[in-house]
Structure formats: structure tokens, C-alpha cells
């Protein structure tokens, strides 16, 4: 029995459990708190923050092989593990030009994938030639909306400016896009690559309320998707399974928007709508397994993300159980002992059997979902 230690012990590592239970795995997390949702299905739980190298080394020690719940880790102080012999998938040298959003906008740009235009805001560099509104992003540690800002004047951007203590920043063309989409892809130590559904993800806030497997899109913006993906993992050459996230224009051109090194959560559909879930083909990729059949088992899906709406210690049973009624529905619940405003709770999937008008079906669905959910 393989055993795979986690850096990071969220809900995207607690979705392990059935795949790692399935593939005789045995899963040993890294993360700071005792109430952290992986800790409950862990085989064994180190207990240190995630940028913690020694208690990484121990870590290393007790597994064969060490992948990633998240991205927000000290690569140099991991590197100095990785010179010891200790096994990361993906690669460290996977991960680098990814971490600061800066960087992974210049190495997309350098291997011709399409990125919207930026550049980076140095502390004290002048922004007279943005033309607004424009995009200011924090370079590290970012997600969910955090550390994004959607600025449509100067004097917005020197207000938000004088909030961020001089941290390195990037400025993007703001993209006025028709739709949103995502597409899971990965890759095995073989070269093998295998790449999801391209679904459309719709986002409030920066924050993803709803995904809809499959987008509705011509087949040559299909095509684009998964080349972009494949050229993307052939170039890093990943071992493991990486999230991409992209704009479509009204002209009908697709633009890269970020890159996540790791499941992610437009891929949450894949649990139980598809052969292979994203939460498998990444033990499978890192476990030296053959990877599994990407394909959707139904004609489409919807997923809802079940965001906290209040602060309060709820587990909200009532709704789940409404939920769970809905024609088609798996509730996954994270066991999460603590709401607060927008925080991701758990998510519900609706399976569809019928493949005519599916994106309107599926908008339908997830407004249901939502009036659950959100009604107080």
C-alpha cells in the first residue's frame, strides 16, 4: 500500500478520501489545524503550517511521495528537501513559474499562449498609461477573490494601493468576456495526458458560484481548450493534475486567465459525474498508476458551490436534506465547523440525462440550488 502525504489539509484533500480508499492509498496530511476537513480521513495528520519544511521532512519521511492540496509553500525551503531525495509531484521545478501570478503570465506569454496584457506595478512605479478599468492583482497567495481588484479609475487604484504595503502586484487588461471556462487536465510520469470536459464556470465576485459540464461551445473552441492544456503540462512537464481557467471573448478568442497546480474546484463535477474524478486521476498520476478515463458518465452536469451566507456554527442539515431531494443531486458536505461570509461549505452536483437545452437546464438547477440554500 502506497502512502501519500498532503500539503494541506482543506476540503480539496478531504475529497481524497474515496479515491485514495479505492486505489489502496494511504493519505498522511500537513495542516495547521486539528479542525481542518482532511484531518478527518487522514491515515495520519502532521499538525504544522503548510510552509513548515521540518515538519515537511517529516513528512517525506513517512511517505513515498508528497503532493499538493494548495499552492501557497516556501519552494526553497522544499527544494533543499527535493536535494535530499524527498519525491514531490508535481515537481518543484513544475510549480515555479506558476506561484506568482507574474511569473506564470510571463511563462504562458513565452510559450505563445494567449494572456490577456500586463504587467507588473513595481512600489512607487508610475500607472498614468493603464487605461482602465484594469485588473490588479496580488502576485502570491490569492484565491477566491482575495487579493483581486476590478479598478475603473486612477483614484480607485491609489486607494486600493495605499492598502497592500508595497506587495508586489500585477495590472491585467480588464477582458470583457462572453463566458468564462475551465478545463482539468493531467498528466502521468509517462507522458501520458489526459484532459476533462471543458466546462463553463459562472463567477460573482471572483468567487465560482456554479460550473456547467459541458460548455456549450463550437468544436474549434474545444479544440483550442485542450491544446492549450496539453502544451501547458508537455512544457511543465507535470506529474499530477492541474485546474486552468480561461476567458472567451464575444470575437469568440480564448485567453488563459490563471493557472492552479492541483484539483481545483471547476472540477468538483468530476466526483460524480465522470469515469475518473479529478481527486483519483491526481493519486493515479502521482502513484505511477495508469491514468483513468476522463469522460463524462451522463450528458451533462451541474455544479453549485454552497457558500456561507452568515457567521454562525450551523451545519445546516435542513437545506442539505432539501438539497438531496433535487431530482439527480450528491451533496457534499465538508464538515466545516465554522460559517462565514463566502466561505465554501460544500457543493451539490445534478446530474442530466438529457442533452437538449443543457446550459439553460443546468442555469435553471442552479438557481433552484441557490433559492435552498440561500433562503433565511
Known sequence: MKRVGVIGGGQLAWMMADAAKKLSVELVIQT??????????????????????????????????????????????LSELEKQGVCFRPSLSALKPLLDKYDQRCYLRDRHLPVPKFFALEAGSSTRTAEFPIVLKTRRHGYDGQGTFIL???EELAAILKTLNDQPL????????????AVMAARSLTGEIVVYPVVETQQENQVCRRVIAPADLPASITVEVETIARILLESLQVVGIFGIELFLTHEGKVLVNEIAPRTHNSGHYTIDACVTSQFEQQLRAVCRLPLGSPALTCDGAVMVNLLGYESSESDYLDKRQQLAKIPGAFVHW?????????????????LLEDSSNLRQRAIEIGHTIESIWYET
Not at 337 to 349: F, I, M, Q, W, Y
Open 152 to 154: 475603473k479609475t486612477a
Open 170 to 181: 500585477l495590472v491585467e487588461e480588464f477582458v470583457p468576456f462572453d463566458r468564462e471556462l
Open 32 to 77: 495547521p489545524s486539528q479542525t481542518d476537513p482532511a484531518v478527518a480521513i487522514a491515515t495520519q495528520t502532521i499538525l504544522a503550517a503548510i510552509d513548515d519544511s521540518d515538519s515537511t521532512a517529516n513528512l517525506a519521511a513517512c511517505c513515498d511521495v508528497i503532493t499538493f492540496e494548495n499552492e501557497f509553500v516556501d519552494l526553497d525551503a
Open 334 to 350: 465538508y464538515s466545516k465547523t465554522e460559517s462565514r461570509l463566502g466561505r465554501k461549505l460544500g457543493h451539490v452536483t445534478v
